[in-house]
């Protein structure tokens, strides 16, 4: 009798913010031009160049233009470069859509962030044979381009590390494996920054060991890593060899309530890029709550910081809410006694429970009015997004090119037609 075998999937969507603005473009607006085709990329103020790089299209990339630079450099690097503004009402049903089609083949999806998850297959191989799992996997990343209209790269593996691993290797709309016994083939001979949770200073720190492969890493004697890089070090020691993820890095309490985490492009240091991610997070958590019609009142953030040093804390609510902005400024409030403004951060994750459907609000006499226009702008800004789609409204937040100032201040800006201001701390806010 043999062992049942388990099979992961590590699906990621390839340049989702940019890929789901292009399918919506083309296929439901009839565009010609497709951004995934020109040097294009997702971000701040096409006028004002502010900002920073969301995603990018591969022929972005070949200019040298990265995920998470200023966009004016990235102006500099393709003059001709087209930007188009965020759209996360577009974002998040794209990303129920992906989660969805996932679920028709496995009941245990593990969704990590708006553009990638986890799929377990357990069993398996009786039906389709370890040979056959990559053909499976290829039908299934077909059948989610011809019927979502984007690509994704599917990574295969018997853990959630080397899937993940696989996942990146090229792309777009790959299918790849990594197996325990191809790693030193398939990942050893890569660089060491391409390794899972391996930021630029880790990077630096073991280039000056003399490690610059993932298998100078793996090969390298234990004592000397730990001497120099402590703990952390043998943890990404430890994935260069095959070890698996810690459960907390791939499972969040989000899977009880509502919520989102992301791993930085780069590390964060700055309490206002830290601010500016969570309100992105916040603003695909308020609108599934809006569109699922139900409220939370508990409010939780966590953190990783590049040392593996995982902190959370939770904040109950004085009365259940749907509102993005409460949901902002309770998650700006918990992150501020939860980092010390100064150590490193890779992941940063919202999270909502206490959920509750037809939920009545607690009033009381300074936030009456202060709610309802909220509650209303909320819901009138959702609206707009799913009939005129991108840059029909968008939060003036996201357009500072300093952010470390991101506090409040109503901003303004025309798209379509429509001229909005919204204040990120929910004071003032007015439609214009």
Not at 50 to 61: D, E, F, Q, R, T
Request: hydrophobic content about 35%; overall charge positive.
């Amino acid at each position: 009798m043999t062992d049942r075998k388990i099979y992961i999937f590590h699906v990621d969507v390839n340049s989702a913010f940019l890929s789901w603005t292009a399918s919506y473009r083309v296929n439901i607006l009839g565009e010609k031009e497709d951004l995934r085709e020109i040097p294009s990329i997702i971000g701040g103020d096409q006028e004002k160049r502010h900002g920073i790089v969301l995603a990018k299209s591969n022929p972005a990339k070949k200019y040298g233009i990265q995920t998470g630079e200023a966009i004016v450099t990235a102006r500099q690097k393709c003059p001709g470069l087209v930007v188009v503004m965020p759209d996360y009402g577009l974002y998040v049903k794209a990303s129920r859509a992906l989660i969805a089609k996932l679920k028709q083949y496995s009941d245990n999806v593990i969704q990590y962030s708006i553009d990638e998850a986890w799929c377990v297959f357990d069993g398996f191989e009786d039906l389709y044979g370890r040979g056959q799992m990559k053909n499976f996997a290829c039908r299934l990343k077909n059948e989610i381009r011809r019927e979502l209209g984007f690509t994704v790269n599917i990574g295969i593996s018997t853990n959630f590390l080397l899937s993940k691993m696989a996942g990146e290797f090229s792309k777009p709309d790959k299918v790849h494996t990594l197996f325990p016994e191809e790693i030193q083939e398939k990942m050893w001979p890569l660089p060491v920054s391409d390794l899972f949770f391996v930021g630029r200073a880790t990077t630096s720190k073991l280039n000056k060991l003399g490690i610059y492969t993932i298998g100078d890493l793996a090969k390298a004697d234990d004592k000397m890593i730990k001497a120099h890089l402590k703990q952390p070090g043998l943890v990404v020691q430890g994935y260069a060899r095959g070890r698996d993820l810690e459960p907390y890095m791939f499972t969040h309490e989000a899977n009880k309530g509502y919520g989102n985490s992301l791993t930085a492009p780069v590390d964060v240091v700055d309490a206002g890029y830290a601010k500016q991610l969570m309100l992105s997070l916040c603003e695909t958590i308020g609108m599934r709550l809006r569109d699922d019609n139900v409220r939370i009142g508990v409010v939780s953030v966590h953190v990783t910081t590049s040392e593996f040093h995982r902190e959370s804390r939770q904040a109950q609510l004085l009365t259940a809410t749907d509102v993005t902005e409460e949901i902002y400024e309770a998650a700006c409030r918990i992150f501020g006694g939860l980092w010390d403004g100064k150590t490193p951060l890779r992941q940063i994750g919202v999270h909502t429970s206490k959920v509750r459907a037809d939920a009545g609000r607690q009033y009381n006499l300074f936030d009456l009015k202060k709610y309802d226009r909220l509650e209303t702008l909320n819901r009138t800004v959702d609206e707009i997004r799913k009939k005129y789609g991108e840059d029909a409204v968008f939060r003036a937040g996201f357009l500072k090119s300093n952010v470390s100032h991101m506090g409040g201040g109503l901003h303004k800006e025309r798209r379509s037609g429509v001229t909005i201001g919204i204040n990120v701390t929910g004071e003032n806010t007015r439609i214009i």
